[in-house]
């Protein structure tokens, strides 16, 4: 019981750390309410979040932001168009002499197409930053629900094995008057009673926490009620092999699409610098009235810059060389820690659903079938209070682990998921359930 209660208390202060401030100046988005009809179910709380969540919203904008960067990137800078007068030579018949010119700025073949694929790049690694925040807010708003599932659960053990307790206190103190228990076995009822209502305090203590991180998730006053949450159905379907994981994973999740985003922006960066050790051009036309000779007075010309400075060139290729180097060490570490961490999460989500299934299978009904053994052997007299004590504490013990379990479900598929970047078909809840 203890290491149960201590798991949530590290997983509470976790939430603390991850949730999203409410109070704020800027503008928010809230949940704006529930049905009263409705179950809690983690798909729909995901749901909700992401409509909700501003550092998701904010790094969608910055995505926004990114792509219409992309058109910009390619376009040749604005012509120029450039003026003037001869003060000192006005006369009458032929006014003042001037003089204009209208010249374009035309980069090397190849830059623009260059300078567009590291916008376009850059915008698809920012884009698919968002992807990766979306998964992490799922799996935490999960992880939150299944916490709230448990406290619910939890409480509902408590109070049912408080109810027996006080059937077991009322038998013991009568059997106590008749001369047929000790003393020491009404106080073993009492103190045992007064530790499950003890228990029940820290887990009511804990229910106010985690409603407070799930509202926190939704935007809104940390005391708005929210419903129960729906019973958690656990498959027993195995999850995809690992390798039909590594295949999505390795296909669609977003940290890797950014890197290769990198590597791809990486390469173009090469290219323009290459591009730079090369001229570019500026062609133009002109009209100048000075010239006497009406024939020389329109011009045509180009000009090139001359890239004399080569070291300063060489740096700026050998930096964006080195880059990408590192985005592509960088994804080979990243894509082998990926593919460990799906191994381990699918592992644990094995263990949860054998957990469950060894709880409802044995578990729970030795512990039911000790507990009535204890409390039928001391009626008849054949067996002492202290093991109906013991076979009540290992009850609850089972009881709690199993409701724990469910909830380990619930929070290693979303672990899952985050890191095959797809959905699992496993049994969820995945929409609204309607209260029967």
């Avoid at 949940?31 to 749901?47: I, N």
């Avoid at 406290?151 to 001369?179: C, P, S």
């Avoid at 329109?298 to 080569?310: K, Y």
């Amino acid at each position: 019981m203890h290491s149960i209660l201590l798991r949530y208390t590290v997983f509470s202060v976790f939430l603390t750390l991850i949730a999203v401030p409410v109070w704020s100046d800027p503008p928010q988005q809230t949940y704006t309410g529930f049905k009263t009809d409705q179950y809690l179910t983690a798909e729909q709380l995901a749901s909700w979040v992401l409509e909700v969540n501003p550092g998701l919203a904010a790094i969608q904008a910055a995505a926004e932001a990114a792509a219409y960067r992309i058109d910009p990137a390619s376009a040749l800078d604005d012509p120029v168009l450039s003026y003037g007068i001869a003060p000192l030579t006005h006369d009458a018949s032929r006014g003042v002499n001037q003089r204009f010119d209208v010249s374009q700025k035309i980069p090397w073949p190849g830059t623009l197409a260059a300078r567009k694929e590291v916008a376009r790049n850059d915008a698809l690694a920012v884009s698919s930053e968002a992807d990766m925040l979306q998964l992490l807010v799922i799996a935490q708003t999960k992880a939150a629900y299944a916490e709230w599932y448990f406290i619910h659960e939890a409480l509902n053990i408590h109070h049912a094995t408080q109810a027996l307790l006080d059937e077991l206190t009322v038998t013991t103190q009568v059997r106590y008057a008749t001369g047929l228990a000790t003393k020491q076995d009404a106080l073993q009822a009492e103190v045992e009673l007064n530790n499950l209502k003890k228990q029940e305090l820290i887990l009511l203590r804990q229910q106010v926490a985690i409603q407070a991180r799930i509202n926190a998730l939704l935007n809104q006053p940390p005391d708005t009620s929210l419903p129960e949450a729906e019973q958690i159905v656990v498959s027993r379907q195995q999850p995809p092999t690992f390798q039909e994981l590594q295949a999505l994973a390795l296909t669609h999740h977003p940290e890797l699409s950014q890197l290769n985003a990198r590597i791809s922006a990486g390469e173009s960066r090469i290219t323009l610098a290459e591009k730079a050790f090369l001229p570019d051009f500026q062609v133009g036309m002109g009209y100048n009235s000075l010239w006497d000779d009406a024939d020389k007075r329109p011009i045509l010309g180009v000009s090139i810059n001359i890239p004399l400075d080569r070291g300063k060139r060489r740096s700026i290729l050998n930096q964006a060389r080195a880059e990408t180097r590192r985005a592509e060490w960088l994804l080979i570490e990243r894509r082998a820690e990926l593919l460990a961490d799906l191994a381990q999460a699918r592992a644990e989500v094995i263990e949860a659903q054998s957990s469950v299934v060894l709880y409802q299978d044995k578990l729970i009904p030795l512990a039911e079938e000790y507990l009535d053994s204890a409390i039928a052997d001391y009626q008849s007299g054949a067996g002492g209070f202290l093991n109906v004590i013991t076979a009540e504490q290992r009850k609850l013990s089972t009881d709690l682990a199993h409701a724990r379990s469910r909830a380990d479900y619930v929070r290693r598929l979303a672990e899952l998921e985050r890191w095959t970047g797809a959905s699992i078909n496993l049994s969820l809840p995945i929409s609204v359930g309607v209260k029967q």
